[in-house]
């Protein structure tokens, strides 16, 4: 068997369209021109290439970009009071307060400042409190582009058993609850749980979101199973570095159904339900119809 290969970038592409599409439909309806924010805090390499990036493709949407960057030092207070003035921005749909913060400020703290209309990281506790009781919620991003792969490949999900193995807030636990929403069984594992081989060998879904390179092999894979491959690992390999995922993919790729590769599998939609999510919420707040097929 070889597994058929989930392009993330494809998929992306095609979610991104979808918004742009959107969103053009807004203006020209309605006079409405969805904005995201992004609050960058410190000069973090790898989050100034991904706030760039996040700026490039909300303008190439249709959307406008807000970019504040503030130095390392900036004060709780001050980074507060711009949540607040964003938050009572009308022309700011969406908010998102670049992760991870400098040591000496509260990222609970600040993330639950968002207004959680606005909270398009789908990170505000209110938000998770909702996305856990089935109600109406912002939902994090990664997640939300792992179930639109999801449904693509499968169709309904309904009845299939699913294994998450990692139960981070960000992606492990609101993964699992999506899979839930969509009547999956669901087993939330980790890397303490007892027979993790066996347990992920019952899976016609896997998804991969521990943060441990190639933890999982091709031989704890069900034949025909769907994979999804959250982590991003960067590794030294014959002398060079470079980026696998959680599932090692040739031996995972010869015995799954279908697989994300890493990269270019669900790294791409993390970026496009963010515009997803700031669209939805431009939807909500002006009482129109949200997007088919952008939301859980």
């Keep these: 068997m070889s597994a058929t290969i989930i392009d993330g970038k494809a998929f992306a592409a095609t979610v991104r369209a979808q918004v742009a599409e959107h969103v053009a439909l807004l203006k020209a309806d309605?006079?409405?021109?969805?904005?995201l924010a992004v609050v960058l805090v410190g000069e973090d390499p790898a989050s100034e290439v991904y706030v760039r990036s996040k700026g490039?493709?909300?303008?190439?949407?249709?959307?406008?970009?807000?970019?504040?960057?503030?130095?390392?030092?900036?004060?709780?207070?001050d980074l507060l009071a711009l949540i607040f003035q964003l938050n009572a921005d009308p022309a700011v749909n969406g908010i998102l307060v670049q992760l991870p913060l400098p040591d000496h400020l509260d990222s609970d703290l600040v993330i639950n400042a968002i207004d959680p209309a606005k909270d398009v990281d789908g990170f505000h506790i209110s938000n998770v409190g909702l996305l856990g009781t089935g109600q109406k919620s912002m939902v994090p991003c990664t997640p939300l582009g792992c179930l639109m792969m999801l449904r693509a490949q499968l169709g309904s999900l309904s009845g299939l058993n699913a294994v998450v193995v990692g139960r981070s807030n960000i992606v492990g636990k609101p993964m699992a609850q999506l899979l839930l929403g969509d009547s999956c069984t669901v087993t939330i594992a980790h890397s303490r749980t007892k027979d993790l081989?066996?347990?992920?060998?019952?899976?016609?879904?896997?998804?991969?979101?521990?943060?441990?390179?190639?933890?999982?092999?091709?031989?704890?894979?069900?034949?025909?199973?769907?994979?999804?491959?959250?982590g991003i690992n960067r590794i030294e390999r014959d002398g060079k570095k470079t980026l696998v995922g959680d599932v090692a993919f040739a031996s995972a790729a010869a015995v799954a159904g279908a697989i994300t590769p890493v990269p270019g599998g669900v790294g791409p939609m993390t970026i496009a339900c963010l515009l997803a999510n700031t669209l939805t919420a431009t939807c909500r707040a002006?009482?129109?119809?949200?997007?088919?097929?952008?939301?859980?």
Excluded: F
């Design 56 to 77: 490039k493709q909300t303008t190439e949407v249709g959307m406008n970009s807000y970019e504040h960057k503030l130095p390392a030092d900036t004060s709780e207070a």
């Design 197 to 230: 081989a066996e347990v992920c060998r019952g899976a016609d879904i896997l998804v991969a979101a521990v943060g441990r390179p190639e933890m999982i092999p091709g031989d704890w894979i069900k034949p025909g199973a769907t994979v999804i491959d959250v």
């Design 286 to 296: 002006n009482g129109l119809a949200e997007p088919q097929g952008l939301t859980a």
């Design 30 to 35: 309605h006079g409405l021109t969805p904005g």
